[in-house]
Protein backbone atom coordinates (compact mmCIF):
# COMPACT_ATOMS: atom_id res chain seq x y z
CA UNK A 1 0.00 0.00 0.00
CA UNK A 2 1.03 3.24 -1.00
CA UNK A 3 -0.09 6.42 1.23
CA UNK A 4 0.69 9.97 -0.03
CA UNK A 5 -1.17 12.94 0.72
CA UNK A 6 -4.69 12.30 0.15
CA UNK A 7 -3.88 9.20 -1.70
CA UNK A 8 -4.04 5.40 -1.10
CA UNK A 9 -3.27 2.55 -3.57
CA UNK A 10 -3.82 -0.35 -3.35
CA UNK A 11 -1.56 -2.90 -5.65
CA UNK A 12 -3.25 -5.95 -7.25
CA UNK A 13 -5.08 -8.82 -5.45
CA UNK A 14 -4.74 -6.47 -2.42
CA UNK A 15 -8.35 -5.46 -1.93
CA UNK A 16 -10.49 -2.66 0.53
CA UNK A 17 -11.32 -3.91 3.43
CA UNK A 18 -14.80 -3.01 2.90
CA UNK A 19 -14.46 -2.93 -1.26
CA UNK A 20 -16.38 -6.01 -2.69
CA UNK A 21 -14.49 -8.22 -4.89
CA UNK A 22 -15.42 -7.85 -8.83
CA UNK A 23 -16.42 -10.87 -10.32
CA UNK A 24 -14.24 -11.93 -13.60
CA UNK A 25 -15.65 -13.07 -16.47
CA UNK A 26 -15.87 -16.87 -17.09
CA UNK A 27 -13.95 -18.52 -20.29
CA UNK A 28 -14.24 -21.54 -21.47
CA UNK A 29 -11.62 -22.81 -24.56
CA UNK A 30 -12.40 -25.62 -26.69
CA UNK A 31 -8.88 -27.58 -27.32
CA UNK A 32 -7.63 -30.60 -28.92
CA UNK A 33 -5.89 -32.10 -31.99
CA UNK A 34 -7.44 -31.46 -35.68
CA UNK A 35 -10.62 -32.84 -36.65
CA UNK A 36 -12.11 -34.00 -33.77
CA UNK A 37 -14.96 -31.97 -33.86
CA UNK A 38 -14.42 -29.06 -31.79
CA UNK A 39 -16.48 -26.25 -34.16
CA UNK A 40 -19.15 -28.63 -34.63
CA UNK A 41 -19.37 -28.57 -30.14
CA UNK A 42 -18.60 -24.78 -30.20
CA UNK A 43 -21.69 -24.25 -32.63
CA UNK A 44 -24.20 -26.27 -31.07
CA UNK A 45 -22.92 -24.53 -27.10
CA UNK A 46 -23.30 -20.93 -29.01
CA UNK A 47 -26.51 -21.93 -30.86
CA UNK A 48 -25.08 -20.73 -34.10
CA UNK A 49 -23.35 -21.57 -37.45
CA UNK A 50 -20.33 -19.09 -36.21
CA UNK A 51 -17.57 -21.69 -37.28
CA UNK A 52 -16.57 -23.48 -40.36
CA UNK A 53 -17.19 -27.06 -39.54
CA UNK A 54 -15.04 -29.37 -41.91
CA UNK A 55 -13.44 -32.56 -41.95
CA UNK A 56 -10.23 -30.98 -43.43
CA UNK A 57 -8.18 -30.63 -40.50
CA UNK A 58 -6.72 -27.24 -39.68
CA UNK A 59 -9.88 -25.51 -41.09
CA UNK A 60 -10.80 -23.46 -38.16
CA UNK A 61 -7.57 -21.18 -37.85
CA UNK A 62 -8.86 -18.24 -35.71
CA UNK A 63 -10.15 -18.58 -32.38
CA UNK A 64 -13.54 -17.79 -32.88
CA UNK A 65 -15.79 -16.85 -29.35
CA UNK A 66 -19.01 -16.03 -28.51
CA UNK A 67 -21.49 -15.52 -24.81
CA UNK A 68 -23.02 -18.52 -24.08
CA UNK A 69 -25.27 -19.01 -21.07
CA UNK A 70 -25.64 -22.43 -19.30
CA UNK A 71 -27.81 -22.73 -16.15
CA UNK A 72 -27.78 -18.92 -15.62
CA UNK A 73 -24.24 -18.57 -15.68
CA UNK A 74 -22.76 -16.45 -18.74
CA UNK A 75 -19.44 -16.82 -20.08
CA UNK A 76 -17.07 -16.60 -23.09
CA UNK A 77 -16.58 -19.74 -25.53
CA UNK A 78 -13.54 -19.65 -27.21
CA UNK A 79 -12.91 -22.23 -30.59
CA UNK A 80 -9.69 -23.04 -31.28
CA UNK A 81 -7.76 -24.09 -34.47
CA UNK A 82 -6.43 -27.81 -33.66
CA UNK A 83 -2.89 -28.59 -32.01
CA UNK A 84 -0.49 -30.26 -34.36
CA UNK A 85 2.55 -30.65 -32.38
CA UNK A 86 5.08 -32.47 -34.45
CA UNK A 87 4.91 -30.88 -37.94
CA UNK A 88 6.63 -27.81 -39.63
CA UNK A 89 3.77 -26.20 -41.02
CA UNK A 90 3.89 -22.62 -40.08
CA UNK A 91 -0.07 -22.43 -40.39
CA UNK A 92 0.30 -25.07 -37.30
CA UNK A 93 2.58 -23.12 -35.58
CA UNK A 94 0.77 -19.81 -35.56
CA UNK A 95 -2.43 -22.25 -34.44
CA UNK A 96 -0.36 -23.51 -31.24
CA UNK A 97 0.22 -20.29 -30.50
CA UNK A 98 -3.13 -19.10 -30.26
CA UNK A 99 -4.15 -22.53 -28.51
CA UNK A 100 -1.49 -21.81 -25.52
CA UNK A 101 -3.19 -17.64 -25.67
CA UNK A 102 -6.52 -19.47 -25.33
CA UNK A 103 -6.04 -21.93 -22.46
CA UNK A 104 -3.90 -18.95 -20.81
CA UNK A 105 -7.10 -16.88 -20.70
CA UNK A 106 -9.56 -19.33 -20.01
CA UNK A 107 -10.00 -20.68 -16.44
CA UNK A 108 -12.09 -24.02 -17.60
CA UNK A 109 -10.47 -25.93 -20.59
CA UNK A 110 -12.57 -28.75 -22.61
CA UNK A 111 -10.27 -31.04 -24.09
CA UNK A 112 -12.15 -32.59 -27.31
CA UNK A 113 -10.85 -36.42 -28.48
CA UNK A 114 -12.46 -38.50 -31.04
CA UNK A 115 -14.07 -41.58 -30.30
CA UNK A 116 -14.37 -42.88 -33.91
CA UNK A 117 -10.12 -42.89 -34.33
CA UNK A 118 -9.63 -43.73 -30.87
CA UNK A 119 -6.63 -42.52 -28.32
CA UNK A 120 -4.17 -40.80 -30.98
CA UNK A 121 -0.38 -39.94 -29.45
CA UNK A 122 -0.97 -36.43 -30.32
CA UNK A 123 -3.90 -36.74 -28.13
CA UNK A 124 -1.57 -38.05 -25.12
CA UNK A 125 0.63 -35.08 -26.01
CA UNK A 126 -2.02 -32.65 -25.51
CA UNK A 127 -3.13 -33.87 -22.46
CA UNK A 128 0.69 -33.73 -21.15
CA UNK A 129 0.19 -30.09 -21.92
CA UNK A 130 -2.63 -29.45 -20.52
CA UNK A 131 -1.91 -30.76 -17.18
CA UNK A 132 0.84 -28.50 -16.95
CA UNK A 133 -1.50 -25.71 -17.00
CA UNK A 134 -3.41 -26.43 -13.49
CA UNK A 135 -6.45 -25.73 -15.26
CA UNK A 136 -9.62 -27.61 -14.91
CA UNK A 137 -10.13 -29.88 -17.49
CA UNK A 138 -12.83 -31.48 -18.63
CA UNK A 139 -12.46 -34.52 -21.20
CA UNK A 140 -14.77 -34.47 -24.22
CA UNK A 141 -14.88 -37.88 -25.92
CA UNK A 142 -16.62 -36.43 -29.00
CA UNK A 143 -18.76 -38.36 -31.61
CA UNK A 144 -19.75 -40.88 -29.51
CA UNK A 145 -23.13 -41.38 -31.80
CA UNK A 146 -24.67 -44.53 -29.66
CA UNK A 147 -23.42 -45.21 -26.69
CA UNK A 148 -24.61 -48.78 -26.31
CA UNK A 149 -22.10 -50.00 -29.32
CA UNK A 150 -19.49 -47.05 -28.79
CA UNK A 151 -18.93 -47.63 -24.63
CA UNK A 152 -16.11 -50.35 -24.81
CA UNK A 153 -14.30 -47.54 -27.22
CA UNK A 154 -14.39 -44.88 -24.59
CA UNK A 155 -12.57 -47.00 -21.84
CA UNK A 156 -9.39 -46.07 -23.44
CA UNK A 157 -9.30 -42.23 -23.34
CA UNK A 158 -9.31 -42.68 -19.49
CA UNK A 159 -5.64 -43.42 -19.70
CA UNK A 160 -5.05 -39.51 -20.39
CA UNK A 161 -5.77 -39.34 -16.34
CA UNK A 162 -8.26 -36.74 -16.55
CA UNK A 163 -11.26 -37.26 -13.28
CA UNK A 164 -13.81 -35.20 -15.29
CA UNK A 165 -14.85 -38.08 -18.53
CA UNK A 166 -17.94 -37.02 -20.55
CA UNK A 167 -18.74 -39.14 -23.63
CA UNK A 168 -20.79 -36.84 -26.10
CA UNK A 169 -21.93 -36.41 -29.81
CA UNK A 170 -21.77 -32.98 -30.77
CA UNK A 171 -24.08 -33.90 -33.90
CA UNK A 172 -26.68 -35.65 -32.31
CA UNK A 173 -26.49 -33.64 -29.31
CA UNK A 174 -26.51 -35.64 -26.81
CA UNK A 175 -24.42 -35.57 -23.69
CA UNK A 176 -23.15 -32.38 -23.79
CA UNK A 177 -25.47 -30.80 -21.26
CA UNK A 178 -24.43 -33.17 -18.55
CA UNK A 179 -20.63 -32.01 -19.43
CA UNK A 180 -21.75 -28.61 -19.22
CA UNK A 181 -23.21 -28.68 -15.70
CA UNK A 182 -19.47 -29.76 -14.88
CA UNK A 183 -17.77 -26.87 -16.65
CA UNK A 184 -19.93 -24.30 -14.39
CA UNK A 185 -18.41 -26.12 -11.84
CA UNK A 186 -15.76 -24.41 -12.04
CA UNK A 187 -16.65 -20.95 -12.45
CA UNK A 188 -15.60 -18.08 -10.45
CA UNK A 189 -19.04 -17.31 -9.17
CA UNK A 190 -17.80 -13.92 -7.09
CA UNK A 191 -19.81 -10.69 -8.03
CA UNK A 192 -19.46 -7.44 -6.56
CA UNK A 193 -21.89 -6.20 -4.42
CA UNK A 194 -24.88 -4.45 -5.94
CA UNK A 195 -25.40 -2.05 -2.66
CA UNK A 196 -21.91 -0.58 -2.87
CA UNK A 197 -22.44 1.66 -4.99
CA UNK A 198 -19.67 4.27 -3.79
CA UNK A 199 -17.08 2.26 -6.14
CA UNK A 200 -16.14 3.28 -9.45
CA UNK A 201 -14.42 0.69 -11.93
CA UNK A 202 -13.14 2.67 -14.76
CA UNK A 203 -11.40 0.82 -17.65
CA UNK A 204 -9.51 2.57 -20.50
CA UNK A 205 -9.37 1.35 -23.89
CA UNK A 206 -8.44 2.75 -27.39
CA UNK A 207 -6.07 1.75 -30.10
CA UNK A 208 -2.06 0.54 -29.40
CA UNK A 209 0.05 3.31 -28.21
CA UNK A 210 -2.50 6.14 -27.44
CA UNK A 211 -0.44 6.56 -24.05
CA UNK A 212 -3.52 3.95 -22.01
CA UNK A 213 -0.79 3.16 -19.76
CA UNK A 214 0.95 6.39 -19.27
CA UNK A 215 -2.45 8.15 -18.74
CA UNK A 216 -2.48 4.92 -16.02
CA UNK A 217 0.73 6.17 -14.54
CA UNK A 218 0.26 9.49 -14.54
CA UNK A 219 -3.13 9.29 -12.29
CA UNK A 220 -1.46 7.65 -9.66
CA UNK A 221 1.47 9.46 -9.75
CA UNK A 222 3.31 5.58 -10.14
CA UNK A 223 5.09 3.61 -12.81
CA UNK A 224 2.27 0.97 -12.15
CA UNK A 225 1.82 -0.35 -15.63
CA UNK A 226 5.21 -0.26 -18.40
CA UNK A 227 5.02 2.03 -20.94
CA UNK A 228 6.78 1.62 -23.85
CA UNK A 229 6.45 3.40 -27.20
CA UNK A 230 6.13 -0.36 -28.61
CA UNK A 231 2.51 -0.95 -30.12
CA UNK A 232 0.88 -3.30 -28.17
CA UNK A 233 3.17 -4.11 -24.62
CA UNK A 234 0.06 -3.98 -22.73
CA UNK A 235 -1.34 -7.68 -23.20
CA UNK A 236 -3.85 -8.01 -20.12
CA UNK A 237 -6.30 -6.32 -18.50
CA UNK A 238 -4.84 -4.48 -15.36
CA UNK A 239 -6.66 -3.65 -12.04
CA UNK A 240 -5.17 -1.21 -9.53
CA UNK A 241 -7.91 0.35 -7.10
CA UNK A 242 -7.56 4.02 -5.66
CA UNK A 243 -9.02 6.16 -2.99
CA UNK A 244 -8.79 9.82 -3.75
CA UNK A 245 -10.77 12.67 -1.75
CA UNK A 246 -12.96 9.57 0.00
CA UNK A 247 -14.46 7.86 -3.20
CA UNK A 248 -13.07 4.48 -4.11
CA UNK A 249 -12.01 3.67 -8.27
CA UNK A 250 -10.59 0.86 -9.95
CA UNK A 251 -8.52 1.45 -12.89
CA UNK A 252 -8.45 -1.16 -15.45
CA UNK A 253 -5.74 -0.95 -18.23
CA UNK A 254 -6.40 -2.67 -21.43
CA UNK A 255 -4.35 -3.94 -24.01
CA UNK A 256 -4.55 -1.38 -27.21
CA UNK A 257 -7.43 -2.47 -29.47
CA UNK A 258 -7.92 -2.88 -33.03
CA UNK A 259 -11.05 -2.83 -35.24
CA UNK A 260 -11.85 -6.47 -35.18
CA UNK A 261 -11.63 -6.90 -38.98
CA UNK A 262 -8.07 -6.24 -39.18
CA UNK A 263 -6.98 -8.28 -35.92
CA UNK A 264 -4.74 -10.69 -36.98
CA UNK A 265 -2.18 -11.55 -35.14
CA UNK A 266 -3.29 -13.86 -31.94
CA UNK A 267 -1.96 -11.79 -29.30
CA UNK A 268 -4.52 -9.04 -30.56
CA UNK A 269 -6.76 -11.26 -30.51
CA UNK A 270 -6.46 -12.33 -27.42
CA UNK A 271 -6.36 -8.82 -26.12
CA UNK A 272 -9.27 -7.62 -27.39
CA UNK A 273 -11.65 -10.09 -25.80
CA UNK A 274 -9.60 -9.03 -22.32
CA UNK A 275 -10.66 -5.96 -23.40
CA UNK A 276 -14.32 -6.61 -23.72
CA UNK A 277 -14.09 -8.59 -20.89
CA UNK A 278 -12.73 -5.10 -18.82
CA UNK A 279 -15.83 -3.26 -20.77
CA UNK A 280 -18.34 -5.36 -19.27
CA UNK A 281 -16.96 -5.20 -15.92
CA UNK A 282 -16.81 -1.29 -15.77
CA UNK A 283 -19.27 1.46 -14.92
CA UNK A 284 -17.76 4.44 -16.97
CA UNK A 285 -15.05 4.23 -20.28
CA UNK A 286 -12.17 6.49 -21.40
CA UNK A 287 -11.56 5.85 -25.29
CA UNK A 288 -8.36 7.61 -25.77
CA UNK A 289 -7.42 9.02 -28.72
CA UNK A 290 -4.11 9.83 -30.32
CA UNK A 291 -4.40 13.71 -30.47
CA UNK A 292 -1.14 13.42 -32.83
CA UNK A 293 -2.53 11.02 -35.51
CA UNK A 294 -5.89 12.24 -35.50
CA UNK A 295 -9.48 10.35 -35.35
CA UNK A 296 -9.28 7.25 -36.83
CA UNK A 297 -12.58 4.79 -37.73
CA UNK A 298 -10.98 2.40 -35.27
CA UNK A 299 -11.36 4.89 -32.82
CA UNK A 300 -15.06 5.05 -33.74
CA UNK A 301 -15.42 1.34 -33.40
CA UNK A 302 -13.52 1.05 -30.29
CA UNK A 303 -15.91 3.36 -28.49
CA UNK A 304 -18.66 1.83 -29.86
CA UNK A 305 -18.01 -1.13 -27.55
CA UNK A 306 -18.69 0.93 -24.40
CA UNK A 307 -21.93 2.98 -26.54
CA UNK A 308 -23.56 -0.61 -27.09
CA UNK A 309 -23.07 -2.09 -23.52
CA UNK A 310 -24.65 1.38 -21.77
CA UNK A 311 -21.44 2.49 -20.17
CA UNK A 312 -20.51 5.99 -19.55
CA UNK A 313 -18.10 7.58 -21.86
CA UNK A 314 -15.49 10.27 -21.95
CA UNK A 315 -13.46 11.01 -24.76
CA UNK A 316 -9.82 11.63 -23.63
CA UNK A 317 -7.78 13.66 -26.49
CA UNK A 318 -3.91 12.37 -25.39
CA UNK A 319 -0.66 14.03 -26.60
CA UNK A 320 -2.43 17.35 -26.92
CA UNK A 321 1.61 19.03 -25.97
CA UNK A 322 2.65 17.72 -29.15
CA UNK A 323 0.07 18.70 -31.88
CA UNK A 324 0.63 21.48 -33.76
CA UNK A 325 -2.37 24.54 -32.91
CA UNK A 326 -3.70 27.85 -33.21
CA UNK A 327 -6.54 29.56 -31.81
CA UNK A 328 -8.85 26.72 -34.27
CA UNK A 329 -7.47 23.76 -33.38
CA UNK A 330 -9.79 22.39 -30.18
CA UNK A 331 -12.50 24.02 -31.69
CA UNK A 332 -11.84 21.87 -35.06
CA UNK A 333 -10.93 18.97 -33.60
CA UNK A 334 -13.70 19.07 -31.15
CA UNK A 335 -15.88 19.26 -34.49
CA UNK A 336 -14.43 16.34 -35.68
CA UNK A 337 -15.03 14.07 -32.36
CA UNK A 338 -18.83 14.86 -32.69
CA UNK A 339 -19.13 14.13 -36.02
CA UNK A 340 -16.71 10.71 -35.64
CA UNK A 341 -19.01 10.01 -32.28
CA UNK A 342 -22.77 11.35 -33.58
CA UNK A 343 -24.47 8.15 -32.09
CA UNK A 344 -22.91 9.25 -28.67
CA UNK A 345 -23.15 13.21 -28.35
CA UNK A 346 -23.94 12.40 -24.37
CA UNK A 347 -19.96 11.76 -23.82
CA UNK A 348 -17.71 13.84 -22.32
CA UNK A 349 -14.84 15.27 -23.73
CA UNK A 350 -11.23 16.53 -22.63
CA UNK A 351 -7.69 17.27 -23.96
CA UNK A 352 -5.59 15.81 -22.01
CA UNK A 353 -1.58 15.35 -22.04
CA UNK A 354 -0.66 11.97 -20.49
CA UNK A 355 2.86 12.94 -20.53
CA UNK A 356 2.84 15.64 -19.34
CA UNK A 357 -0.15 15.41 -16.99
CA UNK A 358 -1.81 18.40 -18.53
CA UNK A 359 -5.91 18.12 -17.58
CA UNK A 360 -5.23 14.88 -16.17
CA UNK A 361 -6.78 15.29 -12.96
CA UNK A 362 -10.13 17.07 -14.18
CA UNK A 363 -10.71 12.95 -15.51
CA UNK A 364 -11.70 12.41 -11.86
CA UNK A 365 -14.02 15.29 -12.21
CA UNK A 366 -15.68 14.21 -15.06
CA UNK A 367 -15.71 10.25 -14.06
CA UNK A 368 -17.34 11.86 -10.87
CA UNK A 369 -19.71 13.61 -12.63
CA UNK A 370 -21.05 10.95 -14.81
CA UNK A 371 -20.91 8.59 -11.85
CA UNK A 372 -23.77 10.78 -10.52
CA UNK A 373 -25.68 10.87 -13.51
CA UNK A 374 -25.35 7.26 -13.91
CA UNK A 375 -27.20 6.77 -10.74
CA UNK A 376 -29.79 9.70 -11.03
CA UNK A 377 -33.15 8.47 -9.95
CA UNK A 378 -36.04 10.71 -11.09
CA UNK A 379 -39.61 10.48 -9.54
CA UNK A 380 -42.35 9.10 -11.78
CA UNK A 381 -44.34 12.26 -11.46
CA UNK A 382 -41.42 14.82 -12.58
CA UNK A 383 -40.84 12.38 -15.64
CA UNK A 384 -44.18 12.67 -17.11
CA UNK A 385 -44.74 16.46 -16.55
CA UNK A 386 -41.54 16.56 -18.91
CA UNK A 387 -42.90 13.47 -21.28
CA UNK A 388 -46.36 16.18 -21.27
CA UNK A 389 -44.37 18.84 -22.27
CA UNK A 390 -42.36 16.91 -24.58
CA UNK A 391 -45.70 15.55 -26.87
CA UNK A 392 -46.78 19.36 -26.46
CA UNK A 393 -44.28 20.44 -28.26
CA UNK A 394 -44.21 17.70 -30.85
CA UNK A 395 -47.03 15.78 -31.39
CA UNK A 396 -47.07 11.37 -31.45
CA UNK A 397 -46.52 10.17 -34.28
CA UNK A 398 -49.30 8.11 -36.97
CA UNK A 399 -49.66 5.51 -39.49
CA UNK A 400 -52.66 4.79 -41.50
CA UNK A 401 -55.28 7.02 -38.95
CA UNK A 402 -53.66 5.46 -36.07
CA UNK A 403 -51.68 7.65 -33.86
CA UNK A 404 -49.58 6.54 -31.11
CA UNK A 405 -50.75 7.31 -27.28
CA UNK A 406 -48.01 7.63 -24.74
CA UNK A 407 -49.92 7.13 -21.23
CA UNK A 408 -47.19 7.45 -19.03
CA UNK A 409 -43.01 6.87 -18.05
CA UNK A 410 -41.54 5.29 -14.88
CA UNK A 411 -37.93 4.94 -14.21
CA UNK A 412 -37.01 1.32 -13.70
CA UNK A 413 -33.21 1.09 -13.35
CA UNK A 414 -29.90 3.14 -13.40
CA UNK A 415 -26.55 2.14 -14.31
CA UNK A 416 -27.46 3.20 -17.07
CA UNK A 417 -30.75 5.38 -16.11
CA UNK A 418 -33.95 3.02 -18.00
CA UNK A 419 -36.92 4.55 -18.74
CA UNK A 420 -40.26 2.58 -19.37
CA UNK A 421 -42.59 4.05 -22.02
CA UNK A 422 -46.05 2.31 -21.65
CA UNK A 423 -48.31 2.87 -25.17
CA UNK A 424 -51.11 2.05 -26.98
CA UNK A 425 -49.09 0.33 -30.20
CA UNK A 426 -45.35 -0.29 -29.97
CA UNK A 427 -45.05 -0.06 -33.83
CA UNK A 428 -46.13 3.11 -33.95
CA UNK A 429 -43.04 4.33 -31.61
CA UNK A 430 -40.65 5.36 -34.02
CA UNK A 431 -37.16 5.34 -33.56
CA UNK A 432 -36.83 9.06 -34.41
CA UNK A 433 -39.69 9.87 -31.96
CA UNK A 434 -37.89 8.05 -28.83
CA UNK A 435 -34.64 9.55 -29.82
CA UNK A 436 -36.34 13.22 -29.81
CA UNK A 437 -38.00 11.79 -26.38
CA UNK A 438 -34.12 11.51 -25.28
CA UNK A 439 -33.23 14.79 -26.34
CA UNK A 440 -35.84 16.53 -23.93
CA UNK A 441 -34.88 14.54 -21.12
CA UNK A 442 -31.39 15.12 -21.64
CA UNK A 443 -31.83 18.94 -21.66
CA UNK A 444 -33.98 18.79 -18.50
CA UNK A 445 -31.64 15.96 -16.53
CA UNK A 446 -28.37 16.19 -18.46
CA UNK A 447 -27.28 12.78 -17.85
CA UNK A 448 -23.85 14.20 -19.18
CA UNK A 449 -21.64 10.76 -20.12
CA UNK A 450 -24.41 8.20 -19.54
CA UNK A 451 -26.26 6.58 -22.10
CA UNK A 452 -29.86 6.48 -20.97
CA UNK A 453 -32.19 3.69 -22.00
CA UNK A 454 -35.60 3.56 -23.44
CA UNK A 455 -38.12 0.17 -22.94
CA UNK A 456 -41.55 1.13 -24.57
CA UNK A 457 -44.35 -1.28 -23.20
CA UNK A 458 -47.41 -2.04 -24.85
CA UNK A 459 -50.70 -1.29 -22.78
CA UNK A 460 -54.65 -1.48 -23.87
CA UNK A 461 -56.68 1.70 -23.31
CA UNK A 462 -58.50 -0.67 -20.80
CA UNK A 463 -56.53 -2.12 -18.65
CA UNK A 464 -55.74 -0.58 -15.45
Request: net charge neutral; hydrophobic share 40%; charged share 30%.
Amino acid sequence: MIVEGEWIVFWKGVRFPSAPLIMKENVVAIVGRPNVGKSTLFNYIADSKISIVSDKPGVTRDRIYADCNWLNFNFKLIDTGGIELKTNDKMFDHMREQVNLAIDLANVVIFVVNCKDGLTDLDKDVATILRKTNKPIVLCINKVDDFKKQEQDTYEFYELGFENVYPVSSANKSGVGDMLDKVVTYFDNKELNSDDLSLTKVAIIGKPNAGKSSLVNKLLGEVRVIVSDIAGTTRDAIDTEVIKNNNKYIFIDTAGLRKKSIIKDEIEIYSYIRSEIAIDRCDIVIVMIDGAEGITKGDAAIAGLAHEKGKGVIIAVNKWDIVDKDDKTIYEFTRKVREEFSYMPYAELLFISAKTGKRVEELYKKIDLIRENQLLRIQTGVLNEVLINAISLHDTPQDKGKRLKIYYVTQTDVCPPTFVLFVNDQELMHFSYLRYLENKFRESFSFAGTSIKFIVRERKDNDK
